[in-house]
């Protein structure tokens, strides 16, 4: 009798071992993913002066450039997720410009753990959280950069929490070493934060972003709204202080997608530095309208940028200072 009873409890607790076995298994499974693109791009200022780019990535004039080449592996195991991410050519040197020889080549590097549900750690070096606009070309649907990328933070290196609050709902908090330095003896650190939300719907989202240290500090708003699958419509607002000066900008994107194989983007941004904390001084007002054709993995992007200064900072095909600039640009971007 007893032996009847004991073999179902037998069979019952081998079971329930061997679904724990297996859930333990599919918990620490590895999988990897890789994101590999490849950018360049031909542009001619209209007076055939490059200087008169005062923004980041595109400083040239009637030649072709590489943008960068780039891979990205990422790797996840149980509740450890790490990322490394490598570029080559101007734009990786650009992003990475404090750094020197094989480290303006790390675009990102960081391991990321999540102790529970709804909280994550991550240590190590990340594309900043603040602004619109992201380096990658891949990731933008204009080319050429906005004002307020160009004179924000480009990336961050350090210890950061991502903190899931209920719903659509979320913060960030962190400390990391001093803006755009990979390593550094400064003892100045800076604290990061971010508060995020949507809609029940992801039509609209809502991204609250600082950064603050001890001379300087940076709140920045981006908005993105969906009105149908043709129209989007994007935000960025931001005020920075530097050493007690302020610059500002307010830039608005426009999507327009008649089908998924071409669209336009219109970039209208209104930038403020007659402060002259990043070094412009002046403000300027820029148009950009870029076009994306799609083709399979090949992305081609022509586009055409206005700068309108308040004072005359541009040059014109005489050398003499005026207070417009315009260029033309084409971009391909491969992606796989």
Same mark, same amino acid.
């Given at each position: 009798?007893?032996?009847?009873?004991?073999?179902?409890?037998?069979?019952?607790?081998?079971?329930?071992?061997?679904?724990?076995?297996?859930?333990?298994?599919?918990?620490?499974?590895?999988?990897?993913?890789?994101?590999?693109?490849?950018?360049?791009?031909?542009?001619?200022?209209?007076?055939? +002066?490059?200087?008169?780019?005062?923004?980041?990535?595109?400083?040239?004039?009637?030649?072709?450039?590489?943008?960068?080449?780039?891979?990205?592996?990422?790797?996840?195991?149980?509740?450890?997720?790490?990322?490394?991410?490598?570029?080559?050519?101007?734009?990786?040197?650009?992003?990475?410009?404090?750094?020197?020889?094989?480290?303006?080549?790390?675009?990102?590097?960081?391991?990321?753990?999540?102790?529970?549900?709804?909280? +994550?750690?991550?240590?190590?070096?990340?594309?900043?959280?603040?602004?619109?606009?992201?380096?990658?070309?891949?990731?933008?649907?204009?080319?050429?950069?906005?004002?307020?990328?160009?004179?924000?933070?480009?990336?961050?290196?350090?210890?950061?929490?991502?903190?899931?609050?209920?719903?659509?709902?979320?913060?960030?908090?962190?400390?990391?070493?001093?803006?755009?330095?990979?390593?550094?003896?400064?003892?100045?650190?800076?604290?990061?934060?971010?508060?995020?939300?949507?809609?029940?719907?992801?039509?609209?989202?809502?991204?609250?972003?600082?950064?603050?240290?001890?001379?300087?500090?940076?709140?920045?708003?981006?908005?993105?709204?969906?009105?149908?699958?043709?129209?989007?419509?994007?935000?960025?607002?931001?005020?920075?202080?530097?050493?007690?000066?302020?610059?500002?900008?307010?830039?608005?994107?426009?999507?327009?997608?008649?089908?998924?194989?071409?669209?336009?983007?219109?970039?209208?941004?209104?930038?403020?530095?007659?402060?002259?904390?990043?070094?412009?001084?002046?403000?300027?007002?820029?148009?950009?309208?870029?076009?994306?054709?799609?083709?399979?993995?090949?992305?081609?992007?022509?586009?055409?940028?206005?700068?309108?200064?308040?004072?005359?900072?541009?040059?014109?095909?005489?050398?003499?200072?005026?207070?417009?600039?315009?260029?033309?640009?084409?971009?391909?971007?491969?992606?796989?």
């Amino acid at each position: 009798m007893k032996s009847k009873i004991l073999l179902p409890v037998f069979l019952l607790l081998s079971h329930i071992s061997k679904a724990q076995t297996d859930s333990t298994a599919k918990a620490a499974q590895a999988s990897n993913s890789y994101t590999i693109y490849f950018d360049g791009y031909y542009k001619s200022d209209f007076s055939k +002066k490059a200087t008169n780019n005062k923004t980041s990535f595109t400083n040239s004039n009637q030649s072709l450039q590489l943008g960068m080449a780039s891979i990205k592996i990422d790797h996840t195991k149980g509740n450890f997720a790490s990322t490394l991410d490598i570029g080559l050519g101007k734009r990786a040197q650009e992003f990475s410009y404090n750094d020197n020889g094989v480290l303006q080549a790390i675009k990102q590097a960081y391991i990321s753990y999540a102790p529970m549900n709804g909280l +994550k750690i991550t240590v190590g070096k990340w594309a900043t959280h603040i602004g619109y606009e992201l380096l990658d070309a891949y990731s933008n649907r204009n080319y050429s950069m906005s004002y307020a990328f160009s004179y924000g933070p480009f990336f961050h290196t350090g210890i950061r929490a991502d903190i899931a609050l209920g719903g659509k709902s979320a913060m960030m908090i962190g400390f990391v070493q001093p803006t755009d330095f990979t390593f550094s003896s400064s003892p100045d650190k800076i604290l990061i934060a971010q508060f995020s939300t949507s809609s029940k719907n992801d039509l609209l989202k809502a991204f609250l972003n600082y950064q603050g240290g001890y001379d300087k500090s940076q709140f920045d708003l981006v908005l993105n709204g969906v009105v149908n699958n043709q129209i989007g419509i994007n935000y960025d607002g931001t005020i920075a202080n530097i050493s007690g000066n302020n610059w500002t900008s307010n830039a608005v994107y426009v999507n327009y997608d008649p089908s998924a194989k071409f669209g336009f983007i219109l970039r209208s941004e209104y930038f403020n530095d007659s402060k002259n904390a990043v070094g412009v001084g002046s403000s300027i007002f820029q148009n950009t309208i870029s076009a994306n054709i799609h083709f399979s993995k090949l992305t081609l992007i022509p586009e055409i940028r206005f700068d309108n200064a308040k004072d005359k900072i541009f040059f014109n095909s005489n050398n003499n200072l005026n207070k417009y600039a315009g260029s033309f640009l084409i971009a391909a971007v491969y992606k796989f």
